[in-house]
């Protein structure tokens, strides 16, 4: 690690943009000639990626990994924990599932999670000049400080100097950088070089006078102002951001409709941006049945507990909706976890996730799917059929569950994790109106979207904006952002390069 420096973003609670200007910096590094690598000690997401080994990782990390260059590592987020309920969470370490713990269990690990952490440091180290950090949460919540692994405890471990970010959108900013600061321990004051306020809008100049105060009561500098942005096409990391909506009472737009279950536990809901930037779709996260109408294509989304989403779905009455849905010539589909739902029943033998053993699916598949002990990830290429016609396409796999069909398949895996062979994967209804997949990432395959979204008669070309040239795009005109409003000079004397 001799050779290697580093900087850690932290920041004064969740949401505050830690993974968007962390994933900034990597890139304006990387445009500077420097090999530079993300890393998170620790991240609680459901929204994950397949690294290029075939373990599971946050995909803000991933994202991170391309502002690199470089393709995912397990190593970029040592330590990742999915909720599957209120109080336990799958622990994965390095990409492998690890265990399941409580809150309680975890906290007593962390100690033993160091190990793992460091270590995947010190290979990222190996093969990179610079690693920019991710925090997690905040620093100062001070019930955690204790074997903490994810703010300044990685930052003691690792000799990090510190930016500590605040939300300004969200009101309170000044209060939350100096009540952040008070909390902290000496020590850890003194690693925080910069403080950078994001998600401004408005008049630079009426912050002014908060600017100054902030430097006179803390004596930090604010090294960066970074304003409030809508229109690139980046990851969301929580599903707090699922707010977007479509009008079900207005008459026909000339948009394909996009109705996604915002279920309680729902994951990989990245898998769903290909229609946020797409002009040609309006695109709504329901909760109620009612929400259904006026929709093209309804779409039951992955979840970390299949089967109490399901209950969730049914006691509120999205079965029969969904039946009326098909009546009234809509298409639904389900992705992993939704993709089970369709089917006959679920059976969780080995009691795997919380919640009921069994029960029966929405009966629109003929299909049974059996939860098992152990977690299959894959990145996969494949062969869609849709409307009589093959599409190439690439995603990854994420479930512990495995699907008996009967009848045709959705598409025919040819290649996992780089291994060629063939394994049928999802279902379909004879018309082509149902359809299931364990393939995250599917729509991020322009041709297959641009034939979906043209076969709902609304005028539109198979020919799909190109969502990776829509990504590639934003990450650069996020490290111009990011130039423009963070004294970059100041970042690079904190991180002696």
């Known amino acids: 690690m001799a050779n290697v420096t580093n900087i850690m973003l932290q920041g004064t609670s969740s949401h505050v943009g830690k993974s968007v200007l962390t994933a900034a910096l990597i890139r304006c590094l990387k445009n500077r000639g420097f090999r530079v690598a993300p890393f998170k000690a620790q991240n609680m997401a459901l929204n994950s990626a397949?690294?290029?080994?075939?373990?599971?990782?946050?995909?803000a990390q991933a994202m991170q990994a391309e502002a690199a260059g470089l393709a995912p590592s397990v190593h970029m987020n040592p330590i990742l924990l999915k909720p599957t309920g209120d109080s336990q969470s799958q622990v994965i370490i390095q990409g492998r599932v690890f265990a399941t713990?409580?809150?309680?269990?975890?906290?007593?690990?962390?100690?033993?999670?160091?190990?793992?952490?460091?270590?995947?440091?010190?290979?990222?180290?190996?093969?990179?000049?610079?690693?920019?950090?991710?925090?997690?949460?905040?620093?100062?919540?001070?019930?955690?400080?204790?074997?903490?692994?994810?703010n300044m405890g990685i930052a003691e471990a690792v000799e990090s100097p510190v930016l500590l970010i605040g939300d300004i959108d969200r009101g309170g900013v000044f209060a939350s950088i100096v009540g952040t600061l008070e909390l902290l321990e000496y020590d850890e004051r003194e690693r925080i070089k910069g403080l950078i306020i994001n998600k401004f809008r408005g008049d630079k100049a009426l912050l002014d006078p908060g600017l100054e105060f902030l430097q006179n009561r803390t004596g930090k500098a604010v090294i960066g102002v970074v304003p409030y942005f809508t229109d690139l096409t980046l990851p969301d990391e929580d599903s707090v951001s699922l707010e977007s909506r479509y009008d079900n009472r207005a008459g026909d737009s000339?948009?394909?409709?996009?109705?996604?279950?915002?279920?309680?536990?729902?994951?990989?809901?990245?898998?769903?941006?290909?229609?946020?930037?797409?002009?040609?779709?309006?695109?709504?996260?329901i909760t109620t049945p009612q929400e259904?109408?006026?929709?093209?294509?309804?779409?039951l989304p992955g979840t970390k507990s299949t089967l109490s989403d399901l209950f969730w779905m049914k006691t509120r009455g999205f079965g029969p909706a969904i039946k009326e849905h098909l009546a009234r010539g809509g298409m639904v589909a389900g992705i992993c976890g939704g993709f089970q739902m369709l089917g006959r029943a679920i059976k969780d033998p080995y009691g795997v996730e919380t919640g009921p053993a069994e029960g029966s699916g929405l009966g629109?598949?003929?299909?049974t799917t059996v939860v098992g002990k152990d977690k299959k990830t894959f990145e996969v290429a494949?062969?869609?059929?849709?409307?009589?016609?093959?599409?190439?396409?690439?995603?990854?796999?994420?479930?512990?569950?495995?699907?008996?069909?009967?009848?045709?398949?959705?598409?025919?895996?040819?290649?996992?994790?780089?291994?060629?062979?063939?394994?049928?994967?999802g279902a379909a209804s004879a018309d082509g109106m149902v359809w299931g997949t364990y393939i995250h990432g599917i729509f991020?395959?322009?041709?297959?979207?641009?034939?979906?979204?043209?076969?709902?008669?609304?005028?539109?070309?198979t020919e799909a904006r190109s969502f990776g040239d829509a990504k590639r795009d934003s990450l650069s005109s996020l490290a111009t952002i990011f130039e423009r409003n963070v004294d970059m000079a100041a970042v690079l004397k904190v991180i002696g390069v």
Do not use: C, W
Not at 50 to 59: F, K, L, P, T, W
Not at 384 to 407: L, N, P, Q, S
């Open 50 to 59: 397949v690294a290029q080994d075939g373990g599971e990782i946050g995909r």
């Open 101 to 150: 713990m409580s809150a309680r269990e975890y906290h007593a690990f962390k100690k033993e999670a160091l190990k793992y952490v460091l270590e995947s440091y010190s290979k990222l180290a190996e093969t990179n000049d610079i690693i920019v950090i991710e925090g997690a949460g905040s620093p100062a919540e001070v019930n955690l400080r204790e074997n903490d692994i994810a």
């Open 254 to 285: 000339g948009k394909v409709k996009v109705a996604v279950v915002k279920l309680p536990r729902v994951s990989n809901f990245t898998d769903f941006d290909p229609f946020k930037d797409d002009a040609n779709v309006e695109m709504s996260f």
């Open 292 to 299: 259904i109408e006026g929709a093209d294509l309804l779409i």
């Open 364 to 367: 629109l598949i003929e299909a």
């Open 382 to 425: 494949a062969v869609a059929k849709y409307r009589d016609k093959d599409y190439e396409v690439k995603g990854y796999e994420i479930h512990m569950g495995e699907t008996i069909v009967k009848g045709q398949p959705f598409s025919k895996v040819l290649e996992r994790n780089g291994k060629p062979g063939y394994f049928p994967d």
């Open 444 to 461: 991020d395959n322009d041709l297959f979207r641009g034939a979906l979204l043209s076969s709902f008669n609304k005028g539109i070309s």
